[in-house]
């Protein structure tokens, strides 16, 4: 009997983790907008500490293939409660995907530079793929706690 109870007991805390994992996954556009984060903190070290150039050239890639997915990460109606994401997208559509399609350009640059191998060429390309980030994110993401 004690077995049982043991095992039924696994079984419902083993159920419980998987509907709490459920719960708590993040949605693909959080998850496409995490890994942009991890892109350009990557991005950030290797310019700080002064390279090399070559290794932006992975990570600016992953964010100008992330940003042009980025539409597709805002069907109309996809807006959640405790989502970051402003009503203000939809309201201004065209504006929000011309500031992604802005990203996505500055970080094929980004790339492009990388090649170059000069690294204060990198770090100012970098700048501008920032300052793409920041435009959306003042016009569209609304600042949680």
């Known amino acids: 009997m004690r077995m049982k109870l043991l095992v039924g007991a696994a079984v419902l805390a083993v159920a419980l983790g998987s509907a709490i994992t459920q719960v708590a996954a993040d949605t693909p556009r959080q998850e496409a907008m995490k890994e942009m984060g991890k892109n350009m903190k990557t991005i950030k070290e290797i310019v700080s500490a002064g390279g090399p150039a ?50 996505q350009d500055e970080a094929a640059m980004l790339a492009s530079a990388a090649g170059g191998g000069d690294i204060a060429t990198v770090g100012a390309q970098f700048e501008k793929v920032g300052g793409s980030c920041g435009s959306c994110h003042k016009a569209y993401r609304e600042q949680k706690n």
């Open 54 to 103: 070559a290794d932006v050239a992975g990570p600016a890639q992953k964010i100008a293939e992330i940003a042009a997915k980025i539409p597709g990460l805002f069907p109309q109606g996809s807006d959640m409660p405790d989502d970051e994401a402003k009503t203000d997208i939809w309201q201004n559509w065209d504006d929000f995907t011309t500031k992604a399609k802005a990203l």
